[in-house]
């Protein structure tokens, strides 16, 4: 169906106004301030608004933000929290903890120096900045597809507006426009659906080792103030999760009475009865959480995938006529579980190199090679190439011998191992088979501390319009009812933090139903389907989490 | 003939409303905002009285802090020819409102305020009807349907007993219902060309007006928390535990 289409054309359009976008709008047009020149920069978001679909911890480390805005704290950077002391637990079971003394943390789990902050406020104020310097923001406009002229990525397509369920046009159709520009930055995060596309068209990761995920489940709780201690920052390993599924759960002090808790799940765990939501739900329970959160309220539940390979997996970064920058690349140091400072580090850097290019009179169209070479000499490859081994230390060696090596490499060796670890297998590929794993029984939640999921859900004040195609694509239709579900026992059901997959129906007529609606687009089914039958596309602009101050 | 529409910026629909912990009001810090949708729908029948030729110019108006100038960057995108912010950083109520709203209405000279019946944030249900009183013009709130022709607005109101066809002289004030139309969707293009279109400022000192402080909102609370269903197993236990409810 070929429909008449509007278009502008910028020097860059970038895709994604996450800290990454963000970083990289602002500098661009610094650095064309400093030569007194125009660029014309436009981000487009697919949230609502800027900040809709942004969560994380956050615990940030500064170091991006007073290089971008030193003056960051006049300008009234929603920095307010920073961070007090940091406390470290191996959960041993459901009751009891080990508390590390502080000699033995690792180098890279210190705070000091660093805000326990909301992302989603940051890219508020960064989206705020970035307009003051005139760049154009447009939130509720999802970029579908790039345009792709000649081998050349030319920009993006929006998505439109006003399709029905069938795909037929309603009376409001609406085409989205095309954006075009001389480099598309493309800033999606973890798992972008068109940074994907990339990757796979450029075999941008042909010599890269396999990507590896985690999903982070958030919640933000209003606790009582007399247990609330301002820039408290807890991490820990252990239970729920076994040895062999080293993930990490968070509980950060927050302002306003408010604390932050969580859990990161590595989607390379192998038993497909593994639930990430009821384990965060049953996390929650352990005498040394519960403390805090007895007696209070839950008033944000959300879930984002991260990306974790670092630097062992990182993809070649440009292709003609664009970069993949931050999360969409995967700049997350998982040793740090931080990706803030690294993705808006990555965004400032290949705007240095596309500000370089443009201003020197570039038509564009070409591979910034300077990028990956700005890359190469900053403190941002420095720093993941410290941390390249945690993650495949703990995947091989579990959370225990793993983490105890991290803790040599890191404080003995400077995060310098003289070898470097590959985990070569891809998240999609760790399941067992269902009959062959142990069944989890997850007890009941207790609504108090422990919640359903569709309570969870509808504190993410997720929408989408109904009558459109739905955006979970399965490329092919039997896959769930005739492989997932005797092999795996369908783990969608169970992946998924926003129930958006049931299998529904008597034995025999079993049916595979998706609940779109209800999706908060962290993208985990996208990477952990083990048939990698399920392509994540973004629905109409607008439409999913709107996310307060995750 | 011009028309003046009135737009509010409130809590987004999808968000999930909090009550501060004092009781003071609902949490609107770091929370979406957007067009009262009622608003939307006045907009959106603004434009296409005047894609019909019956009207030739909308003038979007909206009382709040500088933030309510995105409201009316939405509204510019929907089609406005140009739009008023009446600045007040502090509570403005109902009487207020239409006091402000009415003095840019004489102002502007225009023949057709259009509104939505209420904003989903206070429900109040007034501004439109106490416009119409202030400038002693006649009004058809709730409407479902509106024909402009000439000197005169055939409105179809829904009421109670069903549907309620009015005439009215312009100038008049006209409120717009749910069923009135469906807002279109905000082209990009059009998104573009609303950061371009005149926006100007004025405040309730401007317009000979001060704010009225009538009513005072004693306690903001949430609704109460339902209660954990049971289940019946049969018919009888059904009927015996409506009628201990007393509801049967």
Redesign the interface.
């Known amino acids: 169906m070929s429909v008449e289409r509007d278009v502008m054309e910028y020097d860059v359009v970038i895709v994604g106004a996450g800290p990454s976008g963000l970083a990289a709008a602002c500098r661009l047009k610094q650095k064309a301030a400093e030569a007194g020149k125009e660029l014309a920069v436009c981000v487009v978001e697919k949230g609502s608004e800027v900040g809709a679909h942004i969560l994380s911890g956050a615990v940030l480390e500064p170091r991006a933000l007073n290089e971008l805005f030193p003056d960051w704290q006049q300008r009234g950077a929603p920095l307010n929290v920073p961070v007090k002391r940091d406390e470290v637990y191996f959960f041993l079971s459901e009751t009891s903890a080990l508390k590390a003394p502080g000699l033995f943390i690792p180098k890279p789990m210190h705070n000091e120096g660093n805000y326990v902050i909301s992302l989603g406020n940051l890219c508020r104020w960064l989206a705020k900045q970035a307009e003051d310097l005139g760049v154009e923001i447009y939130p509720g406009f999802a970029a579908q597809t790039p345009i792709i002229e000649d081998g050349v990525v030319k920009g993006v397509t929006i998505g439109d507006m006003g399709i029905n369920r069938e795909g037929e046009h309603k009376a409001d159709f609406a085409p989205g426009m095309e954006l075009r520009a001389k480099y598309t930055f493309f800033a999606e995060g973890c798992r972008g659906h068109i940074g994907k596309q990339l990757i796979a068209q450029y075999r941008l990761d042909s010599e890269a080792d396999p990507q590896h995920y985690g999903i982070g489940i958030k919640e933000v709780w209003t606790i009582d103030p007399a247990k609330h201690e301002p820039g408290l920052v807890i991490h820990g390993a252990g239970w729920p999760l076994g040895n062999d599924t080293p993930g990490g759960a968070f509980l950060y002090h927050f302002e306003n009475n408010q604390v932050l808790v969580g859990l990161i799940v590595p989607l390379s765990y192998s038993n497909p009865h593994l639930s990430p939501f009821d384990e965060f739900q049953r996390f929650k329970h352990h005498p040394v959480i519960a403390k805090y959160l007895e007696g209070g309220t839950r008033t944000s539940y959300g879930a984002r995938a991260l990306i974790k390979g670092g630097l062992n997996s990182l993809p070649k970064l440009t292709f003609p006529g664009g970069v993949l920058i931050g999360d969409d690349a995967g700049t997350l140091n998982f040793a740090k579980i931080k990706g803030s400072h690294t993705a808006m580090k990555c965004g400032m850097l290949a705007a240095d190199a596309a500000a370089e290019a443009l201003l020197a009179g570039a038509e564009g169209g070409d591979e910034l090679k300077r990028y990956p070479e700005l890359f190469k000499a900053s403190w941002l490859h420095e720093e993941l190439y410290k941390s390249r081994n945690f993650g495949v230390l703990l995947h091989k060696f579990g959370v225990y011998i793993g983490g105890a090596l991290n803790y040599i490499e890191q404080n003995w060796f400077g995060g310098k191992f003289p070898f470097t670890l590959h985990d070569l297998k891809p998240d999609y590929q760790t399941l067992k088979k269902a009959s062959e794993a142990p069944r989890i029984s997850y007890p009941k939640p207790d609504g108090k501390l422990s919640f359903d999921k569709l309570s969870s859900v509808f504190l993410s004040s997720t929408n989408h319009e109904e009558d459109q195609p739905v955006h979970l694509q399965l490329k092919d239709p039997s896959v769930p009812i005739a492989q997932n579900l005797p092999l795996y026992d369908e783990p969608a059901q169970r992946y998924c933090p926003a129930g958006v997959y049931e299998v529904v129906g008597e034995p025999g007529a079993k049916r595979f139903q998706i609940n779109a609606q209800n999706c908060v687009h962290c993208k985990t089914c996208d990477i952990k389907d083990p048939a990698q039958n399920i392509n994540w596309v973004a629905p109409e602009g607008g439409g999913g989490p709107n996310y307060a101050n995750m | 003939m011009k028309a003046l529409v009135s737009v509010k910026r409130v809590v987004?629909y999808?968000?999930?409303i909090?009550v501060k912990?004092d009781g003071s009001g609902v949490v609107t810090d770091?929370?979406?905002h957007?067009m009262n949708p009622f608003d939307e729908i006045a907009m959106e029948e603004a434009v296409r009285l005047r894609e019909k030729g019956k009207i030739t110019e909308i003038v979007a108006v909206s009382i709040g802090s500088e933030k309510s100038e995105e409201t009316l960057r939405t509204a510019l995108a929907f089609g406005a020819d140009r739009a008023i912010l009446i600045k007040e950083a502090g509570e403005v109520q109902p009487l207020t409102a239409a006091k402000a709203l009415a003095a840019v209405f004489k102002k502007e000279g225009a023949q057709l305020f259009i509104a939505g019946k209420q904003a989903i944030d206070d429900d109040a249900n007034q501004t439109g009807q106490m416009v119409a009183s202030l400038l002693d013009i006649a009004q058809a709130t709730f409407a479902s349907r509106v024909d402009v022709d000439g000197g005169k607005a055939v409105v179809t109101r829904e009421v109670d007993a069903g549907l309620e066809t009015l005439e009215v002289d312009l100038p008049a004030v006209i409120t717009a219902d749910l069923r009135l139309n469906?807002p279109?969707?905000?082209?990009?293009?059009d998104?573009?060309k609303a950061?371009k279109k005149p926006l100007d400022t004025t405040t309730l000192g401007d317009l000979g007006v001060t704010a009225a402080a009538g009513i005072k909102t004693t306690k903001t609370s949430p609704p109460p928390s339902r209660s954990k269903g049971i289940v019946v197993k049969t018919v009888d236990e059904l009927v015996a535990a409506l009628k201990a409810k007393g509801l049967l």
């Open positions: 987004d999808n968000v999930r909090q912990s770091g929370v979406k957007s469906e279109r969707y905000l082209k990009l293009p998104i573009m950061k």
